[in-house]
């Protein structure tokens, strides 16, 4: 087990860290989550049947948790303002290569799709940073969301839709804000 865990956390620590961040936008919950990823990892290894890849496995699970954590705390928004302390969580498993957001803001037309992806669904988000972000092909997308390949390239298709028409709003200076 011990091994396993080793070789996979050595093999996807960094993709998997940066697929989270992309989708929650916070470094310290995103180490929180990657940290109940692995958990979920430990707990599920024998499960672990060899159906699919150990990279679409791990994904599946980080795309849950991430998940969960959304659901979680659109129910606690709905009841408290103030919902979580972060800074009382023990140790976390720390990651100090570059994140994606500084990156990104080193690029600005970057910058603008990163903010962008936050205007989009939870669904077209998870399929735009997996194919494009983090490289994975339309059939490893599709095994790690449990969807069809058609449903993938509906999303994308949708999701790259999207992000065109908030890029182009926001270049126009268009930009509509929430009240």
Request: hydrophobic share 35%.
């Amino acid at each position: 087990m011990k091994r396993f865990f080793d070789d996979l956390y050595d093999k996807y620590h960094k993709d998997l860290f940066q697929f989270i961040i992309y989708m929650v936008k916070d470094r310290d919950l995103a180490e929180d989550l990657v940290q109940d990823v692995y958990i979920k990892v430990i707990k599920s290894y024998q499960s672990f049947d060899g159906r699919s890849s150990e990279k679409t496995w791990l994904f599946s699970i980080a795309r849950h948790v991430t998940i969960d954590y959304f659901r979680k705390q659109k129910r606690k928004r709905n009841r408290i303002m103030d919902f979580f302390d972060w800074s009382e969580k023990g140790e976390k498993i720390q990651d100090t290569d570059t994140l994606p957001e500084e990156v990104a803001i080193q690029n600005e037309e970057l910058k603008a799709v990163y903010q962008a992806l936050d205007q989009c669904t939870v669904d077209q988000r998870s399929v735009i940073i997996l194919r494009f972000i983090q490289g994975m092909s339309i059939q490893e997308t599709a095994a790690i969301l449990d969807w069809s390949e058609s449903k993938v390239k509906t999303t994308q298709h949708r999701g790259m839709k999207a992000l065109r028409e908030i890029l182009d709003k926001e270049s126009e200076g268009g930009v509509q804000r929430e009240a």
